[in-house]
């Protein structure tokens, strides 16, 4: 096999397991493999993006209220335990949306001297169902060890210890927010699942030739 045709077979088998592959492919060859892949995703891929963008037009309300969930005044340190090195994240989590949350994650990246990459980043776990939960209105003073006990050691290296500067952000990922009931407001955003549909059919024009 030529190194396209080899880069075809590997993204048409990248989802399937043995079990499931000789399955859908019974005694099938690779080229037979990949031509069914190409058809199957440019066969239903093109409809599926299509039912995707009217899911993200009606979640897209939802998702616009629940970004009002924001943490300010985020601070970060790198503490010392028993364990060595705790970096820490300290930020004021105010709840600015019409729905309460008993949980949620965030996506928490550090910025080092003005750069616009993040050198680290990390999701936090954040459960207000001790407090109470965090109701329309809250505001809590959330403290988010990265690590826990033993710190990640990639928030204490020498270079982000050495920085005249670090900033760190705090995105909540909305497909984490849980209602009052543990239960998820959103599924996984379709923006994303179109952007990987999209990308599949890009991929599956590349290989039509096989």
Known sequence: MSKHELEAFDWAVQDFDLAKLQSRYPGAS???????????????YPGMITELQKKAAAEAPLRAELSEITAKDVDFAIEKNF?????IIKATV?????????????QAALYLDGANKPVAQAV??????????LKTGDQFTARFPVGYLRGDEAWTTLEIRNAA????????LLDTILDFGDRQYLAEDPVLQIERKKAAI?????????
């Open 30 to 44: 690779p080229r037979q493999i990949i031509r069914g892949e190409v058809r199957d995703v440019l066969d239903t």
């Open 83 to 87: 364990f060595g090195l705790q970096p």
């Open 94 to 106: 105010t709840n600015a949306s019409r729905y309460p949350v008993s949980q949620l994650k965030w």
């Open 124 to 133: 936090l776990n954040n459960d207000y169902r001790q407090n109470g939960g």
């Open 165 to 172: 500067k670090r900033r760190v952000t705090l995105e909540p």
């Open 202 to 210: 890009e991929a599956a024009k590349r290989y039509s030739d096989i």
